[in-house]
């Protein structure tokens, strides 16, 4: 099971740079992906001739095809969009809806259970889980048959270093996490930093998604999106558009960590760090 994880993409704005974007659809499309993830910040003003430009860039993008991916629900190109606060700017959340058909996606195959959460308001930037969404993210979760379950939002849920002032991380953040844990949660996936990282809670990931299409990256990073495989190890791969460099972590995953201890050491990919980041050291910005 192969999860692609791209974030704020920021189409049709000034910081989106057309190279990358080309080469991030590549790229991706290389990975024959069961599964491609947003986390929000698909446009940047919540208009509709952004819309239209990110609607057409997000057509571009392919995953496996169904009849080898893993259970895929749905056709041809499955992918799971969740909106950020770039996107429900301007009433954009009603483009936003008509386009993806809701704001609180799920996804599922056998073993994998994907949920996806609204973390972002009308023209403020601030992100917050509702009361009602609580109660209905507990429901998801709770299901006992998936292995692994991945939570999927736009805001943070943990600060991340280097990336300024903490302005915006979900201002219920607490309950969230403790949610996450008390659900089983295995994965988090976010974006809105701009900032890739990996926190380490427990056996929970909480993983931050750079920007693989603006040159609005942070602190001194770089143009990069994520791949999740989960198999009998789980390993999370960093890949800078830019220079197509990865850095790969092996993640310590509630249902993968006796199967990652009992393969030999020879025969695991090679990962950069056994343990958890710095996700991203500091990179030159060219
Ligand atoms: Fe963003």
């Not at 999106?225 to 790969?248: H, K, M, P, Q």
């Not at 993640?251 to 996700?279: F, K, M, V, W």
């Amino acid at each position: 099971m192969r999860i692609v994880h791209i974030t704020d993409l920021h189409v049709a704005s000034a910081g989106f740079v057309p190279e990358w974007g080309e080469r991030l659809i590549r790229s991706v499309n290389a990975q024959q992906a069961d599964l491609i993830v947003v986390t929000g910040d698909l446009v940047d003003d919540g208009l509709e001739h952004e819309y239209v430009a990110a609607k057409r860039f997000l057509d571009q993008f392919e995953t496996r095809p169904a009849e080898t991916a893993a259970n895929g629900s749905t056709g041809a190109r499955r992918m799971l969009v969740v909106p950020g606060n770039h996107d429900l700017r301007y009433n954009g959340g009603a483009l936003f809806d008509r386009i993806f058909g809701g704001r609180q996606p799920t996804w599922r195959s056998d073993d994998v259970l994907v949920v996806g959460a609204d973390s972002a308001a009308p023209d403020v930037d601030d992100g917050s889980i509702s009361a009602h969404q609580m109660v209905t993210l507990a429901e998801r979760l709770s299901e006992a048959t998936a292995k692994t379950k991945i939570l999927a939002l736009h805001h943070h849920i943990m600060p991340i270093p280097g990336s300024g002032r903490d302005r915006d991380i979900v201002s219920n953040a607490g309950d969230v996490l403790h949610l996450c844990l008390e659900t089983g949660v295995d994965v988090v996936l976010t974006g809105h930093m701009h900032r890739p990282w990996i926190w380490r809670l427990d056996d929970l990931h909480v993983i931050s998604g750079g920007t693989a299409t603006t040159n609005r990256y942070k602190g001194g990073t770089y143009p990069a999106y994520g791949v999740l495989d989960l198999g009998e190890s789980a390993i999370f791969t960093e890949i800078n558009v830019r220079d197509e460099s990865t850095r790969a972590w092996e993640l310590q995953l509630r249902n993968t960590r006796r199967a990652a201890e009992s393969i030999p050491s020879s025969d695991r990919l090679p990962i950069e760090s056994a343990g958890l980041p710095p996700a991203v050291a500091a990179s030159p910005v060219g």
